[in-house]
Each structure stands twice: as C-alpha cells, then as structure tokens.
C-alpha cells in the first residue's frame, strides 16, 4: 500500500500549530516559561515593600507566560521553516509504502524504513494520520493525498494492524 504528496512550509506550519498544546515538551516549555514569569512577577509586585497583589502577580504571570511562550514558538517556527527545503528531504514529494517491516519513507533526499516497533504512536484526525517516530519526529499523512476517503481509511487502518502485529510478535 502506498500514497504519494508534496509537503509544503504550510503543512509544516500547520502541524506545529496543531500540536501546540499536544507535544510533552511544549508544556515543559510553557511551564518553565510561567515559573520565570511568576518569578519575575512576584519580584517585582515585592520590590516596593508594600503589600503584594496576588491579583496582579497572577495576571502578570499569565500575560508574561504567554507572550514568552508565544514568542518562543515563533522563533521556532521560524527557525524549522528556514531550515526545510527539498535537499534536507523535508519538503517536496513524500512516498510512503506499508511494507512488510516497516514504513518506508521515500523523498529526493532520503530513502527511510521505519521498523514497526520503533513506531511510538498512530493517530489519526479528520485531516491527518500522525506516525510518531519519537517525540520530535513525525510522519504527516494528510487526508488530501488520498483519492477518496476510503483510501485515507485503509491506509489508517493498514498501518495501525502492522504495527500492532509486529510490535507483539517481536
């Protein structure tokens, strides 16, 4: 079974956005950054030696740890987009193939067999399958690289059946 697309700097985009809140290590990163804003926060409503508005020091964390935590993913967004072209195998034309041992992932720069038990996760969306490698790797099987809905379907359903028979069996 295969399916063929072309990954877009959009799709990328897309991706990180959707899993903002999704991603383990994002909401280390936002809870660090809130400690720091809650810090500087405290720090700041004590500085005057007068009485301390919880009030005040929460909001302030709250808007401090947002902006912080926004412009973090920004710069990063930023970062991943400039740094993904069709030489790295990032963009351009994605080939998956559910072969016998694995996910094959074909593209002008890398040739990729991912073994059924190194898969950590399939999920599946109303827009994508999701193949989880590790925490920072993903394979994105937008729904519009399948003809018809039934393709996106059986592929689904391909990949969760191999890679439950193959992470059991071994």
């Known amino acids: 079974m295969q399916v063929k697309l072309n990954v877009t ?6 991706f990180n956005i959707s899993r903002l ?6 909401l280390k990163v936002f809870a660090f950054v809130l ?10 409503a004590a500085s005057d030696g007068g009485e301390i508005s919880w009030l005040a ?17 920004l710069f990063s967004l930023v970062f991943v987009l400039l740094g993904s072209n069709t030489k790295s195998g990032v963009l351009g034309q994605h080939t998956y193939t559910i072969e016998e ?8 720069a890398n040739d990729t067999l991912n073994f059924w038990p190194s898969i950590e996760k399939i999920e599946k969306s109303g827009t994508t399958i999701l193949v989880q490698i590790n925490a920072w790797l993903f394979r ?13 379907d059986a592929f689904f359903d391909a990949l ?3 890679r439950q028979s193959k992470s059991t069996s071994d």
């Open 9 to 14: 700097r959009r799709d990328i985009a897309w």
């Open 21 to 26: 809140f999704r991603l383990k290590s994002n």
């Open 35 to 44: 400690l720091i804003a809650a810090i500087a926060a405290w720090r700041g």
């Open 57 to 73: 020091v929460t909001i302030g964390s709250l808007i401090g740890s947002v902006v912080g935590f926004g412009a973090i993913f």
């Open 101 to 108: 041992r694995g996910l094959r992932e074909l593209t002008e």
């Open 140 to 152: 994105v099987l937008p729904r519009r690289a399948f003809d018809i809905d039934a393709q996106f």
């Open 160 to 162: 969760k059946s191999r």
